[in-house]
């Protein structure tokens, strides 16, 4: 029934207009491998209604009043910048792999070029990540580089899905995340990424750790769309509400969670650790 209510108030949403299949901009470090970039900052970020009035401690054990033990019914994790960061900055990787393809530009003046370039509005297609996204990385990778080589690009864009461009955030998140299924949590990722993810992860050997993956090249969304995490629900046979959702970015990830009538909290403020994550939801790792 939770599985048929998702995708009922899915629907009624997309036919009232009240949220779109439009895709949305995300900030200028994107995720080609990109130095992963957070819009947290030090001020409270506002919580589920009443909770102010509440409390913190009132307002997890009201929810623990709902489901038992724990506070949430799923985990949502956001990919590049939360679950997963790049291995060494982006403009040392655009620079050293493309120095044998004749680029010149330092990495401050990589770094420079690659923020104008995302940072400009996308009109080529709806979404920036169609598919696999290359036209999108092609443009990007030549506007920061000054290069158009075709081997150049590939090489570049083939790197980013290997388990030498990225590494965990967390070397604790595959107990945790054990902890949790074991618990009776769904576990999913909810990212806007192109059709690279789902190999990156098997490199990484972590994509059996989740019970669904909703990424915006193939749900046609991109973050801070609700229809993305209400996707994710469906695909995990929760409802809205019953889901907590943990990203990097303030906009992308707790407004756009908040949207669609999820919990959401910030990495990096709200929380620091899947173990706290984990433990903010009733599991003890």
């Not at 102010?52 to 990919?79: C, F, N, Q």
């Not at 618990?183 to 990424?193: D, H, I, P, R, T």
């Not at 303030?250 to 433990?279: M, P, T, Y």
């Amino acid at each position: 029934m939770a599985l048929i209510a998702t995708r009922t108030k899915l629907s009624r949403l997309l036919s009232s207009g009240c949220i779109s299949n439009g895709g949305i901009r995300v900030g200028p470090f994107g995720k080609f491998g990109a130095m992963c970039w957070s819009t947290a900052v030090a001020s409270v970020e506002p919580g589920p209604v009443g909770l102010g009035m509440l409390g913190l401690k009132d307002y997890e054990d009201y929810r623990r009043s709902l489901y038992g033990e724990i506070t949430h019914k799923a985990l949502l994790v956001d990919a590049a910048g939360t679950l997963l960061v790049p291995s060494q900055p982006m403009a040392q990787i655009y620079r050293s792999i493309g120095e044998k393809y004749g680029v010149k530009y330092s990495e401050d003046e990589i770094l420079h070029r690659y923020r104008r370039a995302y940072d400009q509005p996308w009109g080529r297609s709806r979404l920036r990540y169609v598919n696999d996204g290359r036209p999108f990385w092609q443009y990007i990778v030549s506007h920061s580089t000054g290069c158009s080589d075709a081997q150049y690009f590939e090489e570049l864009y083939n790197y980013y899905t290997t388990d030498k461009a990225w590494h965990l955030c967390d070397p604790d998140a595959e107990k945790v995340f054990k902890a949790l299924r074991k618990a009776g949590v769904k576990l999913g990722v909810v990212s806007n990424f192109d059709t690279r993810l789902r190999p990156l992860l098997q490199a990484l050997n972590c994509d059996n750790w989740f019970d669904a993956l909703a990424v915006s090249a193939e749900v046609e969304a991109e973050k801070p769309n609700p229809t993305i995490f209400l996707k994710a629900c469906d695909l995990l046979g929760v409802e809205p509400e019953d889901a907590v959702h943990v990203g990097d970015d303030r906009r992308n990830d707790i407004w756009g969670a908040r949207d669609a009538g999820c919990d959401a909290w910030l990495w990096g403020s709200d929380v620091h650790s899947f173990k706290e994550v984990a433990q903010r939801i009733g599991v003890w790792v």
